[in-house]
């Protein structure tokens, strides 16, 4: 799969270049080309290498970006206007360039966007074309796990499909729970035979990228979850987590002071919101937040969050659905109870109740919480026991996964939802 997210990087280098040519030649071609190539390809390489990082981190280059559909589009669309930002920002604000191109900007924009298109159409086609369908094979498979299989297949954009378990020609065998009891002969044979053995919940924790936790065990965590502390991720991720929460501190002041200044005079009660959380190896710290409901509205106790609460006040409704109301966050993480990535952090009294409803509640916590994480930008804002089990699937898959480009692309992904106001 990275080598054919390399052709289609490769790929869209050329339409990048090409698009370019195209504009200069429609624009100019009854006067010297040479010049005007010349004049114009260095600032536009300089561009065009933030417009490719922007197309990784919306996940261009990932095995979804195989399959044109309308989150394609979407996603698509939404990188293109952030890169035209990105480019008037570049020509017209900081006068970094000689040139001011508009109607080039524009012709070049709208050729680029159409040959993007037609390359991934026929690149889609090609690369998925000639793709090996791995061949599947199931064992000991309960009628749950058989449901939940199927689901996840039909909803992966990995070519895949069922095979009966005595074809020979299958390339792996997934194992079920009973296979490990009632079928162990089989497992040997098949590895006897050089076929590939994968149980169940590693198999769906591939392709779903979130961990089932309704089906994992106890030892599946003991051999698959233990955790070597990377040090150089750990420190790299801290230094980070500094370096961007006073930058944003000091980007945000002004802001911040203006927020604080109209939630004073708009409703009673404190500016901050201050409120007790569990962080990480389980320690209680106090979370920080810009005060959007009224100072009654945990009057009778801790309250689940609700969409649409009529405990938030008209202030707060912008200020959630902006996400602004986190920034007083930017505190904890420069002290280092929280970082920009994790799972998000619950109240103690909400903890008693998930550790006794979910298996496993506790292992999110061998990491810090964060502002953002992997459930927030995989899973609708929820509050419930069953949204709490949803969210931890993709929560401990993060927990077992991570990694530094990967907290960037998850920064990345949750600055491209507050601008497209998706907030809660």
Not at 76 to 87: E, H, K, R, Y
Not at 199 to 223: G, R, Y
Not at 249 to 268: E, G, R, V
Not at 325 to 348: A, C, H, K, Y
Request: proline share 4%; aromatic share 14%.
């Amino acid at each position: 799969m990275k080598f054919k997210a390399l052709l289609l990087l490769l790929g869209d280098i050329g339409v990048l270049y090409g698009s370019l040519a195209s504009t200069l030649y429609l624009r100019h071609r009854l006067v010297p080309f040479d010049d005007y190539w010349a004049h114009h390809v260095v600032p536009f390489s300089i561009i065009f290498v933030i417009w490719l990082a922007v197309f990784y981190f919306h996940d261009l280059y990932s095995v979804e970006a195989f399959r044109i559909n309308t989150k394609f589009f979407t996603v698509l669309v939404q990188a293109t206007i952030f890169n035209g930002l990105i480019a008037i920002s570049f020509f017209y604000l900081t006068g970094a360039f000689s040139i001011t191109p508009k109607t080039n900007l524009v012709i070049f924009s709208a050729f680029f966007f159409l040959l993007f298109i037609a390359f991934r159409a026929l690149s889609a086609d090609v690369i998925r074309g000639k793709e090996h369908c791995k061949r599947l094979a199931f064992l000991g498979l309960s009628d749950f796990e058989e449901n939940l299989v199927r689901e996840a297949i039909s909803e992966s954009v990995l070519p895949m499909i069922e095979v009966p378990f005595n074809d020979y020609y299958f390339d792996a065998l997934i194992a079920g729970q009973k296979a490990y009891t009632a079928d162990q002969k089989d497992l040997y044979e098949s590895v006897v035979r050089g076929r590939e053995v994968t149980d169940l919940v590693s198999f769906l924790e591939a392709i779903t990228n979130k961990i089932p936790i309704t089906l994992a065990s106890t030892d599946w965590f003991i051999n698959k979850f233990a955790l070597v502390q990377d040090r150089e991720y750990v420190l790299v991720k801290r230094i980070f987590d500094v370096f961007l929460s006073v930058g944003f501190l000091i980007f945000f002041a002004l802001p911040m002071l203006i927020i604080s200044t109209i939630i004073k005079l708009s409703s009673h009660g404190p500016v901050l919101y201050k409120q007790t959380r569990t962080g990480k190896n389980g320690i209680s710290y106090v979370l920080y937040k810009f005060r959007s409901m009224t100072i009654d509205a945990e009057i009778n106790g801790a309250q689940w969050s609700q969409k649409n609460d009529n405990r938030v006040t008209k202030i707060g409704k912008i200020l959630r659905h902006t996400h602004l109301d986190e920034l007083p966050q930017l505190w904890n993480i420069l002290v280092g109870e929280m970082s920009f990535v994790g799972p998000r952090p619950e109240r103690p009294e909400m903890i008693s109740l998930l550790n006794t409803e979910i298996p496993f509640y506790s292992l999110r916590h061998l990491v810090k919480p964060g502002v953002t994480g992997w459930a927030q930008i995989n899973y609708p804002y929820g509050a419930s026991v069953e949204d709490a089990k949803n969210k931890l699937a993709y929560d401990l898959y993060y927990v077992k996964h991570r990694a530094f480009f990967w907290d960037i692309r998850i920064i990345v992904k949750t600055l491209a939802t507050m601008v497209r106001g998706e907030g809660r």
